[in-house]
T-cell receptor, first 115, second 116 residues
């Protein structure tokens, strides 16, 4: 595997379900990110992990819970979601979330539908 | 106020012709980076090109070049010799040095359609 991978690619869940999204990067990077992309809206940053430490939580509801066990893996745990949480969830990684030159590389995304 | 503005929701271009996608930005930071990403219908965001605020020359990557006009705060993407596979959404993004959280600020995107 190369680059940034995400599983599953598609997920349909009910509002009472608990599920997790997984992201793995094979680039040797130290920073990982979760973004949400709703239809017809710009990408919204959700969480940032830099050297496994969470450095940004962009006012995300507590029904989204991130976990970064090491610099290669990032999870997004989902519980009691709402239909408006249906979106494309993109994971990204970068060498380190410190400088303006830091380029983020994205995974293919998980398309989530909440019924 | 929006930090990244892409004024063209949709663009059409004939195959093999060049096309310019507009991007203007707003920042008070002296050091910043500008990025362009391509998003095909499959969803993946593909990094295309980077321009640093202190770079004196316009960035180029293959058929992609960035027309950087610092005084006007614009960073337009130029795609030369368009191909059918270039049909996608294109996003301009900015990262400011003073934003230590790693936040990339994205524009609304431009949907490019390449006609055969």
């Amino acid at each position: 595997e190369t680059g940034v991978t995400q599983t599953p690619r598609h997920l349909v869940m009910g509002m009472t379900n608990k599920k997790s999204l997984k992201c793995e990067q094979h680039l040797g990077h130290n920073a990982m990110y979760w973004y949400k992309q709703s239809a017809k809206k710009p990408l919204e940053l959700m969480f940032v992990y830099n050297f496994k430490e969470q450095t940004e939580n962009n006012s995300v509801p507590s029904r989204f819970s991130p976990e970064c066990p090491n610099s290669s893996h990032l999870f997004l745990h989902l519980h009691t979601l709402q239909p408006e949480d249906s979106a494309l969830y993109l994971c990204a990684s970068s060498p380190a979330a410190e400088w303006e030159t830091d380029t983020q590389y994205f995974g293919p995304g998980t398309r989530l539908t909440v019924l | 106020a929006q930090k990244i503005t892409q004024t063209q929701p949709g663009m059409f271009v004939q195959e093999k012709e060049a096309v310019t996608l507009d991007c203007t930005y707003d920042t008070s930071d002296q050091s910043y980076g500008l990025f362009w990403y391509k998003q095909p219908s499959s969803g993946e965001m593909i990094f295309l090109i980077y321009q640093g605020s202190y770079d004196e020359q316009n960035a180029t990557e293959g058929r992609y070049s960035l027309n950087f006009q610092k005084a006007r705060k614009s960073a337009n993407l130029v795609i030369s010799a368009s191909q059918l596979g270039d049909s996608a959404m294109y996003f301009c993004a900015m990262r400011e040095r003073n934003n230590q959280g790693g936040k990339l600020i994205f524009g609304q995107g431009t949907e490019l359609s390449v006609k055969p």
